[in-house]
């Protein structure tokens, strides 16, 4: 399972998705934009990919999280308010039916389902940062 969000009132679907506030980790940022956006409290897991682009005036660098829910009880989000109209949990097959904004969230589950590799939460790191063997 996994859980979507609905970001619009037209009923735009995808992933979680935010910004890093000054003095903020991006796990931190993750584990606030999913209870923001989705109302759910997560653990991060892994990281599925970094992300880098440069621009002519700025660099876009992009962690995409592997999560689970803290409490399997939880519900998400189902008031809509600043952040999203919403979330829910769907499987593989009920997500390629939704309204999707992108092609990313079918092909995570799918990556996933396959047994893509996911790489440890301790690759990324604050810079000087101890490597201990």
């Given amino acids: 399972m996994c859980c979507v969000l609905c970001v619009s009132l037209i009923l735009s679907v995808g992933t979680i998705k935010g910004r890093i506030d000054n003095n903020e980790q991006f796990e931190e940022a993750a584990i606030r934009e999913t209870k923001e956006e989705a109302g759910v409290d997560v653990e991060l897991t892994g990281i599925l990919r970094v992300e880098f682009s ?72 604050l810079e000087g940062a101890r490597c201990d063997i």
């Fill in 54 to 125: 440069p621009m002519h005036r700025y660099a876009r660098m992009r962690v995409i999280f592997m999560a689970r829910p803290v409490s399997e009880d939880q519900l998400p989000k189902s008031m809509p308010d600043y952040e999203s109209c919403g979330a829910s949990w769907v499987t593989l097959e009920e997500l390629q039916e939704l309204p999707l904004r992108g092609k990313e969230p079918v092909q995570w589950i799918t990556y996933l389902s396959k047994g893509g590799q996911v790489a440890p939460l301790s690759v990324l790191t």
